[in-house]
């Protein structure tokens, strides 16, 4: 009996496991600790969901244009340069725009992976001390992610409303209010969803190598890191 006593006083106590919240927390306090940097990430992903958001409000527009078969509408089109399209068909982006648009997403997804590189070289230290605290690869990829989504949802959402708004100001000032009695404010709403969709799934794509390099990291290699 006294053998199973201590069998049972050597088994290993069940693992705490941090909070959800917990995690936000803390990811919370690491970008406001580093705030000049996720200006800088945030920065790159503003410009490029504010260009694909005017791109896409701007296609709305003028395709709610072209079907009202309002004549001086269409001329109004015309006379602008846009290539209308054929009779019952959506306008679409020219093949320079969308040629653009790759570049512009493809630059800010390599700048937020450079940014987020630079991030977990400044926190060797950090990561080595909460490895040594018993954290997980798994928490810290959960920080990594947390912190990546929460830049997204925040730069994705300025981007997208700002390439909207900026849309239908130069619609208006091009078309005056024929831009906004022939176009359907439900497409407008759900380009922007699909922005800020698009801009978080950017942001998590970028950090995903970064936040599995800092995740597998050894303890003892991330406290002499900055050494």
């Not at 406001?32 to 504010?50: C, D, E, G, K």
């Not at 493809?106 to 954290?135: H, P, W, Y």
């Amino acid at each position: 009996m006294v053998q199973k006593n201590k069998s049972k006083s050597t088994l290993p106590e069940k693992q705490v496991v941090l909070p959800f919240v917990k995690s936000i927390e803390i990811a919370i306090k690491s970008i406001r600790s580093r705030i000049f940097r996720t200006l800088i990430t945030t920065m790159s992903l503003i410009l490029a969901i504010s260009f694909y958001s005017y791109i896409k409000t701007n296609s709305h527009i003028i395709t709610g244009i072209f079907f009202s078969g309002d004549k001086i509408a269409i001329q109004t089109l015309s006379h602008q340069g846009y290539e209308l399209p054929d009779e019952g068909e959506a306008y679409t982006t020219t093949p320079k725009e969308r040629w653009i648009l790759f570049l512009s997403l493809l630059v800010c997804v390599v700048g937020i992976v450079n940014t987020q590189l630079m991030a977990v070289s400044d926190r060797f230290r950090e990561i080595g001390t909460m490895k040594c605290l018993g954290a997980l690869d798994r928490f810290i990829l959960r920080l990594f992610l947390i912190e990546a989504t929460l830049q997204g949802l925040i730069g994705s959402a300025i981007g997208a409303l700002a390439g909207a708004v900026i849309s239908m100001t130069g619609s208006l000032i091009k078309f005056g209010t024929m831009a906004f009695v022939f176009v359907n404010l439900n497409d407008i709403v759900i380009s922007i969803a699909a922005s800020v969709f698009l801009g978080c799934f950017l942001s998590i794509v970028g950090v995903l190598y970064p936040a599995l390099l800092a995740a597998r990291m050894r303890p003892v290699e991330a406290m002499r890191g900055r050494d």
